[in-house]
Nanobody, 125 residues
Framework: QVQLVESGGGLVQTGGSLRLSCAAS????????MAWFRRTPGYELEFVAG????????NYGDSVKGRFAISRDNTKNTVYLQMNSLAPEDTAVYYC??????????????????WGQGTQVTVSS
């Protein structure tokens, strides 16, 4: 099993940037495909970004392509989400997720076995 703890959320103005971190503990995080999802105020759960085990392939949801970047440092068991050009519609609770048995292109929330507690990101207009 792996435990996930997100950090780095907060309040930012439109056009600003934030970097989220997800610290993994338990089994070595390099065994897992990692991803970020977000739940909007309307309660919709949306795929944001995914990264493969080695960290050399990534996948993004259409709404964040070109603005967000996912990365990982397996030596630190940490995954990051760099968020630039933030807009009010990016306001959500962001969740770090992990799965041992899927491909990083999988965008279905049900495919991910492990979830962090979430971190709130609020973008003011």
């Amino acid at each position: 099993q792996v435990q996930l703890v997100e950090s780095g959320g907060g309040l930012v103005q439109t056009g600003g940037s934030l970097r989220l971190s997800c610290a993994a503990s338990g089994r070595t995080s390099s065994n897992y495909v990692m991803a970020w999802f977000r739940r909007t105020p309307g309660y919709e759960l949306e795929f944001v970004a995914g990264i493969n085990r080695r960290g050399n392939s990534t996948n993004y949801g259409d709404s964040v392509k070109g603005r967000f970047a996912i990365s990982r440092d397996n030596t630190k068991n940490t995954v990051y989400l760099q968020m630039n050009s933030l807009a009010p519609e990016d306001t959500a609770v962001y969740y770090c997720t992990a799965s041992e048995y899927i491909n990083y292109l999988n965008t279905k929330s049900i495919a991910y076995d492990y979830w962090g507690q979430g971190t709130q990101v609020t973008v003011s207009s």
